[in-house]
């Protein structure tokens, strides 16, 4: 039996035993009139969007800011109700742009649209899913292609499309595929691949990611409003240590921890490893500590030629001024 199927007959079974002695034997009224020709026309360039975990938002700045960032005046955005917003173009083309180039983000919140799906009402909409465009690093030259890429990101979600790009006008290829992903699972950081016999570490990097949490790597909050893992700020400075990070961004440009300690790039290595042992010294260089300064021991000053005895300064005297030292030549004595 269809999955669907079962699924309504479920729903109907729950509905008429919740409804008691309110259902009557009367079957569920069948209306099949066919929809207007312009209704479906209009709704064929409809989508229906919702933001992520259902932030409070200004709709005007929401709705002034989509437009923007899609660069057309041709659309209406409307508000469905429950965090939903209806979203209708003027044209195929603009409509598909902006879909084909989803998702969208608002004030860093994941922006989720879907097509518009005949007989199904605004709160039947399933946004558990997003399509993100992910890049895969690491792949051998000669292994980055399409059939390759597929494999590797069907372990992320549904592969919708692949893609073989030049990076930054470069010859090295990096492949990229759209995946429709699950937002109630963490992100997949990478995998772990075996070539003939060589193991290579890939990292995933993610096209327009909204905030996400480090500790958890689910989307739609940060590690600070985690319900799953309590927000542990001495791990936030040890950046290398979470599993999670900004290097999932694909703006960002940066290996993830994996990458370097697969590879030894950068890798720090343990604090024994890095401390340098004290040189040791020996016993004439020890030097005793005293509750009391040591005595000064009295200067001699010989006299030469009758002359006055030089009053030897006192250790505990500060200097304030001196008198200018006169050289004299030095005369044997007889």
């Known amino acids: ?87 209708k173009f003027q044209t195929e083309q603009v409509k598909q742009r902006v879909l084909e180039n989803s998702p969208w983000l608002f004030a860093n919140h994941l922006v989720i649209l879907k097509p518009w799906r005949v007989n199904t009402p605004l709160h039947c909409y399933d946004f ?41 006008g470069a010859k090295l290829k990096v492949g990229k595929a759209r995946v429709e992903m699950d937002l109630q699972k963490p992100l997949k950081t990478g995998l772990l691949i075996k070539v003939e016999g060589k193991n290579l570490w890939l990292d995933f990097r993610y096209e327009r990611l909204s905030h ?38 694909a703006e960002v440009r940066a290996h993830s921890p994996f990458w370097r300690t697969f590879y030894d790039e950068n890798h720090p290595r343990d604090a024994a490893d ?3 042992p004290e040189t040791p010294q020996p016993p004439s260089a020890i030097i005793p500590v005293q509750d009391s300064p040591p005595a000064v021991p009295e200067v001699q000053v010989q006299t030469n030629r009758g002359k006055q005895p030089m009053d030897a300064p006192d250790c505990n005297q500060i200097i304030t001024s001196a008198k200018p030292l006169q050289w004299q030549p030095m005369v044997e004595e007889a």
């Open 1 to 87: 039996m269809d999955r669907k199927v079962a699924g309504d007959e479920f729903r109907l079974s729950a509905l008429y035993n919740r409804l008691g002695r309110l259902w009557s034997e009367q079957p569920a009224q069948v209306w099949d009139e066919v929809a207007p020709s312009h209704k479906i026309e209009e709704c064929r360039l409809t989508l229906v969007g919702k933001i992520l975990n259902d932030p409070s938002v200004n709709f005007l700045a929401f709705q002034n800011t989509m437009k923007l960032i899609w660069r057309t005046d041709l659309v209406d955005i409307s508000q469905g109700g429950a965090s939903l917003y209806i979203v």
């Open 212 to 249: 996400y949490c480090y500790s958890y790597g689910k989307l739609g909050h940060d590690a600070m409003s985690c319900k799953d893992f309590p927000y542990d700020e001495s791990k936030m400075d040890e950046k290398d240590s979470l599993l999670y990070g900004s290097w999932l961004k």
């Open 274 to 276: 890095e401390s340098i």
């Open 128 to 168: 558990t899913t997003c399509e993100f465009w992910v890049q895969v690093f690491g792949l051998p030259l000669e292994r980055c292609t399409e059939n390759m890429i597929s494999k590797v990101v069907a372990h992320i979600g549904r592969v919708v499309v692949v893609r073989i790009e030049h990076k930054d």
